[in-house]
Antibody
C-alpha cells in the first residue's frame, strides 16, 4: 500500500525559506517510471503544480516558480524534499506531495499525501 | 503553458441526476487528461485517467470522454457522497496544469 505524508513548519515569515519533507512508503523512487510531485492549493482556490522528481533524478518545475523551488530526494530514507525560497503571504497554501506513475502512457498522480497547511505571516 | 478551462465553476443537482462537467485545453493534448475528485478538507483522488479510463475502485457511475481539446466528466445517478470539487489535469506538456475546478453541490 502506497502512503505519503508531508511534514515541516506550519508558519513561516515573509522572505524565509520553506522546507517540506514528503516521507513515503509502499514504493521505491528508484523503480523505473516512479515519480513524486508537489502540488499546492491556496485556501479556497484551485490546485497548482510545483514540480516533480523522477526515479532517474530528473526534475521538472513550474516556470513561474522555477527560480524559487528545488526538489531533491533521499532514496535511502524514502523521502522527497521541496524547498521554496523568499516566501510571501501569497504562498500560503496546503502543500501536497503525490506519487506519480504512467498509466499506461499518461502520467497521473494516483496517491496523495494528506496535505500540509503552510501559512506565511510575520 | 497549456490552459485548462473547466465549466461550470459550480453546479447544484439532485440525487439521481446526471451531471456533466467539461474541460477544454488551450491546445490539443490528445488523451493526456486526468480527472480528480476533492472532497471538503481532503486530498484529491484520481477518478479518471487518460480521458476515459476509470481508476480502480471508482464507482462505475463516473465516466470520462473526449480527445484533443474537449473533455467531459459525467456522473450518472448522482449520490450524496459525490459532493466535491472536480479538477481536470493535463499531462501532455510541462508544466502540468489543472483546471479551475467545478464544485458539485447536492440540492
Amino acid at each position: 500500500q502506497i502512503t505519503l505524508k508531508e511534514s515541516g513548519p506550519t508558519l513561516v515569515k515573509p522572505t524565509q525559506t520553506l522546507t517540506l519533507t514528503c516521507t513515503f512508503s509502499g514504493f521505491s523512487l528508484s523503480a523505473s517510471g516512479a515519480g513524486v510531485g508537489w502540488i499546492r492549493q491556496p485556501p479556497g482556490k484551485a490546485l497548482e503544480w510545483l514540480g516533480i522528481i523522477y526515479w532517474d533524478d530528473d526534475t521538472r518545475y513550474s516556470p513561474s516558480l522555477r527560480s524559487r523551488v528545488t526538489i531533491t530526494r533521499d532514496t535511502s530514507k524514502s523521502q522527497v524534499v521541496v524547498t521554496m525560497t523568499n516566501m510571501d503571504p501569497v504562498d500560503t497554501a496546503t502543500y501536497y506531495c503525490a506519487h506519480s506513475v504512467k498509466m499506461p502512457t499518461v502520467r497521473v498522480f494516483d496517491y496523495w499525501g494528506q496535505g500540509h497547511l503552510v501559512t506565511v505571516s510575520s | 503553458d497549456i490552459q485548462m478551462a473547466q465549466s461550470p465553476s459550480s453546479l447544484s443537482a439532485s440525487v439521481g441526476d446526471r451531471v456533466t462537467i467539461t474541460c477544454r485545453a488551450s491546445q490539443s493534448i490528445n488523451n493526456y487528461l486526468n480527472w480528480y475528485q476533492q472532497k471538503p478538507g481532503k486530498a484529491p483522488k484520481l477518478l479518471i485517467y487518460a480521458a476515459s479510463n476509470l481508476q480502480s475502485g471508482v464507482p462505475s457511475r463516473f465516466g470520462g470522454s473526449g480527445s484533443g481539446t474537449d473533455f467531459t466528466l459525467t456522473i450518472s445517478n448522482l449520490q450524496p457522497e459525490d459532493l466535491a470539487t472536480y479538477y481536470c489535469q493535463q499531462s501532455h506538456t510541462f508544466p502540468l496544469t489543472f483546471g479551475g475546478g467545478t464544485k458539485v453541490e447536492i440540492k
